[in-house]
């Protein structure tokens, strides 16, 4: 694979449009980071993941060259782009959901996203620095587990 291509990674298109607002559809309820689910003007989905607010470009910055690698190897990885935007660019869905912590649904609501953001970096100028990462087409079959993926005999030495 050449450098440009590497670089391109999985990417596709531009990315999320940043014409109008994105709506909120759904809070994110797992991993370390605050985000959400988006749609944009074109109708595309994207999930939106943030650096935690003492470490900016952390997860943003490791995400963006990890998904590079990990698409040069062959797995099937999202589309992700690097963007910068003010709180104001979001609308939240009057039918936008989350989870509680043991797994509830329940509506989202304005202050949900105001704590969320509140959990995210925001530079000086109010901007937030996040990862779109446009859902992959198709039906997802489950999360990523970390074990029951081989049988015992392949762990042992």
């Known amino acids: 694979m050449d450098i440009e291509s590497l670089k391109q ?24 980071t605050p985000g959400f689910t988006v749609k944009d003007k074109k109708g595309n989905s994207y999930l939106i993941k943030f650096d935690p607010p003492d470490y900016p470009e952390l997860a943003t910055g490791a995400e963006m060259i990890c998904t590079k690698f990990f698409h040069a190897l062959g797995y099937n990885v999202p589309e992700n782009y690097l963007i910068r935007f003010k709180p104001g660019k979001l609308v939240l869905s009057p039918k936008a959901t989350t989870r509680d912590a043991i797994g509830r649904k329940k509506p989202l609501t304005e202050q949900n996203v105001k704590e969320m953001l ?3 970096y925001q ?8 990862i779109a990462s446009k859902f992959l ?4 079959i489950g999360p990523f587990l970390y074990y029951g993926t081989r049988s015992k005999r392949h762990l042992s030495p």
């Open 9 to 32: 990674g999985a990417n596709q298109g531009a990315g999320i449009s940043m014409e109008g607002t994105w709506e909120i559809i759904q809070g994110k309820s797992q991993g370390v």
């Open 137 to 140: 087409s198709g039906q997802p």
């Open 118 to 120: 509140a959990k995210a």
């Open 123 to 130: 530079d000086a100028e109010g901007y937030h620095r996040a």
